[in-house]
């Protein structure tokens, strides 16, 4: 009845179709996708390699010493000497710039979606399938649109990167608001707090090591992602192990493996730092600190004491 | 209909001035199918009838109260009576589904929001049974917060948070997180915290409940202290009958969303007026709460016919006994508002008869060893105050 060699319903084709009918008509929209993720990605690239080699291990150390202490600042210390040592700094430098343009985009896109799927049950029945299926689908596959709608190279490669890691990001600000302890949401609203006071005074602060957490797996997810992307042209680590693997060069593939594993240990390190950061910590710790809960508004007492005083100049 | 439904308004505020909180008719739904099931509450249908056959409950059922001014009225009820739903309203946390509640003679159930906030930035605040503290933020940023919502600046935010620390006793503890104090230096905070916006009305949900016992008396008495100098109207909910009677002016006791009994302590203990309630008086320590006044004769003369012999300025020159008709000064004087336990330890200690005696010295009454008893058993013919038909 049913030949099995047989296709009877076109998919591919129509897919082919759709996806070269999005491509067409949607061109200004993808360049203007395309144009502020190529535009971070130079510019953190550049930056870092315009910093000395030696110099920009000495701020990793330094900031490792400041978040996590010791031992992870010697690790990190360590291990980018190596990194240098074995012939793959700049690559490692245009993964690193591919993360973390990734993060920031992220962190502009899944905070905010994070807190309207918090606040709005409506947009979470909408946006909770939609992340669903986003990480049930393996990270390969999402190469192919991409190719489709934004070409290759290192740019449609940062694409990728974001559309894989920004998931975690946008569930764990969800949960992270939505776990809040209602006593605390009713004492903000007892003592007259506007919407806006309640997330910034309460929701945000309360739900940061949440927030943060999530943070760390965006930051593990682009890891990964930055290292699969290679396969569309994207340059950096996994490029090198792509390479090494084509030309059955093993020893080149096992560096760039090297290099992948002891970035993924170093940045994972750092992030779970943050995330367990005391909030009150008055070692330097509190420096970065008070720069993180200013970023996101949880108002360290001394920085928002100057800000307060600004502001009162100004009136 | 709707000018004279507001001439009684303005009238009754007139009279009802030394109110601070009217609550008038108040329901509160919860479900999906509020209107048809505050169509058949009004109907006089039960809960149980209502949830099921709108799935909704009844929070709140047509309860109105009044909260007179600068004293502490309790409401007291168990677990899902509804006494915390009642509360939650009264500063619309939760929206009342029907009914007004009035500040000052102000509906407020349907202002807009930004008044709603005004108030509740600086006429009604809020004391909670977790304390509801910031655990990232030091205990002055805490006592500070209501300040800061309200956009004073930090300095003199910090400068009435201090003194209001001070006022509880915790200045020290200033840069300490929540997470570092106890219990009841955590509810002292939250009690801080509540007096630093200047509120005049203080809704206080279960605020001891969560304390261990010993530390719960001694929050009791700090409130009652804080309350003798401060005046605060204050809204006090608890399960624990004692407290109530501790703390309360006036007490409003609700069972399944309604009030069922309200009154003063001792209204209440003389007649509980309801199986329910009963059952909370049943071991009250009634040497504990009542007092001389309460017990007391008006008439300087017993039965026997021995009689306090007063002077022209009504003071109680003597006590003549009955057999030997000699007047002698050998009585005990108590004022009208000692508690039946104190005047038991005295009159112990040494027996005799026993006038109430007023602040100015003036003869008020006679408590004789009958009426003390009974007023301690709890016989309620001795007692003022008792309905004839109880």
């Known amino acids: 009845m049913l030949d099995p060699e047989e296709v009877y319903i076109p998919l591919d084709r129509w897919i082919q179709v759709g996806i070269e009918w999005v491509a067409d008509h949607f061109r200004p929209l993808f360049r203007s996708i395309r144009w502020p993720v190529d535009e971070l990605l130079n510019v953190i690239n550049g930056t870092l390699e315009a910093i000395p080699p030696l110099l920009l291990i000495a701020l990793f150390g330094g900031l490792a010493l400041w978040l996590a202490g010791k031992r992870t600042a010697l690790f990190t210390v360590v291990s980018m000497l190596f990194i240098l040592l074995l012939g793959i700094w700049l690559e490692t430098l245009t993964t690193l710039s591919l993360i973390a343009t990734a993060i920031v985009v992220c962190v502009i896109i899944g905070i905010p979606l994070g807190i309207l799927c918090a606040r709005s049950d409506r947009a979470w029945g909408i946006i909770r399938p939609v992340l669903d299926v986003m990480q049930t689908t393996p990270s390969f596959v999402y190469l192919i649109p991409v190719v489709m709608l934004f070409g290759v190279g290192t740019v449609p490669g940062a694409v990728a990167v974001i559309v894989v890691a920004v998931p975690p990001l946008i569930r764990f600000t969800n949960i992270g608001i939505r776990g809040v302890n209602e006593e605390l949401i009713e004492a903000g609203i007892a003592f007259g707090a506007t919407d806006r006071q309640l997330l910034w005074e309460i929701q945000l602060p309360q739900a940061l090591p949440t927030i943060l957490g999530g943070l760390n797996q965006t930051v593990l997810l682009a890891m990964v992602m930055s290292v699969i992307v290679a396969m569309i042209g994207a340059e950096g680590l996994g490029l090198v192990v792509l390479q090494g693997l084509g030309r059955l060069d093993v020893g080149r593939a096992a560096v760039g493996g090297i290099g992948i594993v002891l970035m993924a240990i170093i940045l994972d390190r750092l992030t779970q730092a943050v995330a367990e950061r005391d909030p009150r910590a008055h070692s330097g710790k509190a420096r970065i600190g008070a720069a993180l809960s200013r970023l996101f508004g949880s108002g360290h007492r001394q920085a928002e004491g100057k800000l307060e005083a600004s502001l009162d100049s100004k009136n | ?390």
């Not at chain 2, 600068?70 to 309203?89: E, F, Y």
């Not at chain 2, 930035?121 to 503290?133: A, D, K, P, T």
């Not at chain 2, 001389?292 to 008439?299: L, R």
């Not at chain 2, 003071?315 to 006994?321: P, R």
């Open chain 2, 1 to 390: 209909m709707i000018s004279q439904a507001k001439t009684d308004q303005t009238d009754r505020d007139i009279s009802t001035v030394t109110d601070r909180i009217e609550i008038r008719d108040v329901y509160k739904i919860f479900g999906r199918r509020k209107e048809e099931a505050l169509a058949l509450v009004r109907e006089g249908k039960g809960k149980s009838e209502i949830l099921e056959r709108t799935q909704a409950v009844v929070g709140v059922n047509n309860v109105s109260l009044s909260v007179p001014k600068g004293s502490i009225s309790v409401i007291m009820g168990l677990s899902g009576s509804g006494k915390s739903t009642l509360a939650r309203c009264v500063n619309r946390i939760l929206e009342p589904d029907a009914g007004q509640i009035l500040l000052d003679g102000e509906d407020y159930t349907k202002c807009s929001d930004a008044r709603m906030r005004e108030i509740r930035r600086r006429r009604i605040s809020m004391v909670f049974q977790n304390f509801g503290l910031l655990p990232n933020q030091t205990v002055i940023d805490n006592v500070a917060f209501g300040l800061k919502l309200r956009k004073v600046p930090l300095a003199e935010r910090h400068k009435k948070a201090g003194e209001m620390l001070e006022t509880v006793g915790l200045s020290e503890w200033a840069s300490h997180l929540p997470g570092e104090l106890s219990g009841g230096m955590r509810q002292r905070v939250g009690l801080a915290r509540a007096l630093a916006t200047e509120a005049d009305v203080l809704i206080m949900d279960e605020a001891f409940s969560a304390l261990d016992p010993l530390i719960r008396t001694e929050m009791q008495d700090e409130l009652l202290r804080l309350q003798n100098t401060l005046h605060k109207t204050v809204l006090f909910i608890t399960h624990d009958f004692q407290e109530a009677l501790r703390l309360g002016t006036k007490i409003a006791v609700m069972a399944d969303g309604a009030v069922i009994r309200d009154g003063t302590p001792q209204e209440i203990v003389i007649d509980p007026g309801h199986d329910y309630v009963a059952a909370f008086t049943r071991n009250v320590d009634r040497a504990r709460l009542f007092d001389a006044a309460s017990v007391m004769s008006e008439s300087p003369a017993d039965a026997q016919g021995g009689r306090f012999v007063l002077n022209d300025a009504g003071e109680v020159a003597g006590w003549q006994d009955p057999v030997t008709g000699a007047v002698s000064e050998g009585f005990l004087a108590v004022r009208p508002e000692t508690t039946l336990i104190e005047i038991a330890g005295a009159a112990a200690r040494r027996r005799g008869p026993i006038a109430v005696v007023d602040a100015e010295g003036k003869f008020r009454g006679r408590i004789s060893d009958e009426a003390l008893l009974a007023g301690i058993a709890g016989a309620k013919e001795t007692m003022k105050g008792s309905r004839t038909d109880a």
